[in-house]
Each structure stands twice: as C-alpha cells, then as structure tokens.
C-alpha cells in the first residue's frame, strides 16, 4: 500500500521535530510547508492526500473549492480550534478533523501564570535586576487569596483554571451558557449570570470558543459593568475581546491590566520574528506601550505533552480515516456552534456526511 501523502503547513522547526518523531509510528509522508496556506499557494496540493493546517492557515471557500477540485478529502487540523476554516464551504465535500485535548493543563496553567506575572510584575521586575536595578518602587502587587475571579467557559480548560485557583484561596465565580452542575460541585465554583461576573470579578479570564454570539464578548458595555482597575486575561482566541474597546479602558485606567496570548488580527504577527522590523499595526503596536499588558505570542499550547499529543492524534485522525473510514474527532458546520441548529448526521451515521 503506498505510503499517505500529507501537505503539511505553516511549519516550524518544532512542529518537524515531534511530527517527525510521533511519525515513526504511523509511517505518512509528509511534505512540510514553511507558509501558510492560502489561495496562492493551495496548488501545491495537487499531490496529496489530505493537509496538515494550523490556527493561521485561511481555509475559505476559494481555498476549499481548490482543495476539492485537487482531491482533497480531508483537512486535519492540529488545534482544537477551527475559526479559520469556512465550515459550511466544505460541507460535504472534505472532512475537517482536530485535536480536542491537547493539554487542557497547558493552556490553564499559562492562564494563571499571566495573572500571577501581571499581579507580581515579575516581568517588570526581571528586566530591573538584570539592570542591576533592585528598587520595588511600582512593584506592589496584591494578595490573590480573598479575591474573586469569573471565568468565562467551563470546558476543560476553564475547569482546571478554576481548579488552580481554588487553591489560592480565591473565590471562583463562572459563566457558560451550558453550566455543568457536576462540575460546580465537584471544583467547588459558582455560576452566574455574565452583569455579576462583570460585577463582582477582581480578574475576568477568558475560556470559551470564538462564536458569533461571544465575538466581542469584552467590549466598552461589559468593561463598564467591571470593577475599576480590573485584571483582563485572555488564552482563548482574539476576537473575544474589541481590542479598540479594552485600550480605551487601559487608557482611562478602568481596567488594571491585561494579559494576552491572542490578539485580534495576530495572524500576520504571532508566530513569526518581527524583531528588525517596524510593527504596522497600530493597535497591536498600542498595546504594546502600556507597561500593564503582557502579550505573549500565542504560547498557551505550547508544552512539550502538548505537542506530543498534537502530533499523535493529528496523525492518528488521518490514519483512522483512510484506514478504517472512522472520523472520532470530526467537526462541521451542522454540529459546531457557527452553523445551522439542524442535528448533525453523525449521531445517526457516524460521519457529519
């Protein structure tokens, strides 16, 4: 049997390496693409079996259109988010595949560790005593435990950060617009509805999926509803937060700080060295003056289990496909929140088409 062919994009030294390394199990043959991809260079994968695509790689419908045209049956995605796909333009014409649980604890404890760096200014004061600087002046934190953070998404991720927390003696207040009970009971947090998490919240972190009803879901109307000098935490995804919007509020110091591993537009930025070259976003290059926002280049993920577990079960989804015509981590727009509220065919079929 030939050996499956996997144009793979966007990739990094990194993403070879465990690739590669996970890859002596599965035996594909995969072609790596150091650019992303897009519209100019979708020709490419003329050869291939399937494709290999990450956060940054715009799947629309001219993109999906050329992909079927080429024979493409499925996109593998190695995240678990899929906002860059157009879900509906390849409905039932390629698979969309992804990685669900890469490391839920990454991500969480990346979440937690702005927060701590944001409170402590640990990052401020790293640059001090490498300047032989020791003075604390502007240094002054508080004390995490008694204070209460709203986490905005319950999943596996927001759970965990709820968990950590709990353990700094903070109260744990939480959103989801589906609340697990069990959950609540078993980590011990509270659900509310959002005006009292916005209310009664010392730090507002983010862990919900990017959707048309959460896009902008921090904006001037919910910052207004904060506490004064309010600590803003986002791993999630970018446009969870009207960038314009939160400046504004770092400006009038209505909200304390604010810690960033996404950034709205981050795709032509995240990821890549930019360091001998002038920014040309405005905004993005805003919100790098205020010495009260830490952005980190969209790292949550960014551990050695979960790159482990990314590059095993990205492999294992294309494996189960061609092998054994199984889909466990399928998405469409008919099951995902970007689509219709019809049910999706898989519960009755086993595949979304």
Same mark, same amino acid.
Request: with cysteine; aromatic share 14%.
């Given at each position: 049997?030939?050996?499956?062919?996997?144009?793979?994009?966007?990739?990094?030294?990194?993403?070879?390496?465990?690739?590669?390394?996970?890859n002596k199990e599965f035996g594909l043959d995969i072609k790596y693409f150091q650019s992303r991809l897009s519209e100019n260079n979708v020709i490419v994968?003329?050869?291939?079996? &399937?494709?290999?695509? /990450?956060?940054?790689?715009?799947?629309? !419908? #001219?993109?999906?259109?050329?992909?079927?045209d080429n024979g493409i049956t499925l996109i593998a995605l190695r995240s678990a988010g899929y906002n860059n796909v157009d879900l509906r333009a390849v409905f039932g014409r390629i698979?969309?595949?992804?990685?669900?649980?890469?490391?839920?604890?990454?991500?969480?404890?990346?979440?937690?560790?702005?927060?701590?760096?944001?409170?402590?200014?640990i990052h401020k004061a790293y640059y001090r005593t490498r300047d032989s600087n020791f003075n604390i002046n502007g240094l002054l934190g508080f004390d995490m435990a008694g204070k209460t953070v709203g986490i905005i998404g319950t999943g596996k991720i927001g759970v965990l950060v709820s968990k950590i927390l709990s353990g700094f003696d903070m109260?744990?207040? &939480?959103?989801?617009? /589906?609340?697990?009970?069990?959950?609540? !009971? #078993?980590?011990?947090?509270?659900?509310?509805d959002l005006d009292t998490l916005y209310k009664e919240s010392d730090i507002v972190t983010l862990h919900c999926p990017l959707t048309p009803e959460t896009m902008h879901i921090i904006d001037k109307s919910s910052i207004k509803k904060m506490k004064d000098g309010v600590m803003i935490i986002n791993t999630g995804r970018g446009k969870l937060i009207d960038t314009v919007?939160?400046?504004?509020?770092?400006?009038?110091?209505?909200?304390?700080?604010?810690?960033?591993?996404?950034?709205?537009?981050?795709?032509?930025?995240?990821?890549?060295?930019?360091?001998?070259?002038?920014?040309?976003?405005?905004?993005?290059?805003?919100?790098?003056?205020?010495?009260?926002?830490?952005?980190t280049s969209h790292q949550g993920f960014f551990t050695k289990e979960a790159l482990q577990n990314i590059a095993k079960t990205t492999l294992s989804n294309i494996k189960l496909y061609f092998e054994e015509n199984k889909l466990p981590n399928e998405i469409c727009y008919r099951c995902s929140e970007f689509g219709s509220a019809v049910p999706c065919r898989k519960e009755r079929t086993g595949s979304c088409f």
């Open positions: 049997m030939k050996k499956l062919k996997i144009a793979f994009f966007d990739a990094k030294q990194y993403d070879k390496d465990f690739f590669d390394e996970a994968t003329k050869d291939a079996d &399937a494709i290999c695509a /990450f956060v940054n790689d715009i799947i629309n !419908k #001219k993109v999906a259109d050329e992909l079927y698979h969309v595949v992804r990685v669900p649980d890469y490391s839920p604890n990454a991500v969480a404890e990346h979440a937690v560790a702005l927060m701590l760096s944001l409170n402590r200014k109260k744990v207040i &939480a959103y989801d617009k /589906f609340p697990d009970k069990k959950n609540e !009971k #078993k980590y011990g947090f509270t659900y509310v919007d939160l400046i504004a509020a770092l400006k009038k110091g209505k909200v304390g700080s604010a810690g960033l591993d996404v950034y709205e537009e981050e795709s032509e930025y995240f990821f890549e060295d930019y360091s001998s070259t002038i920014i040309s976003d405005d905004v993005l290059a805003r919100l790098l003056t205020f010495p009260n926002v830490l952005i």
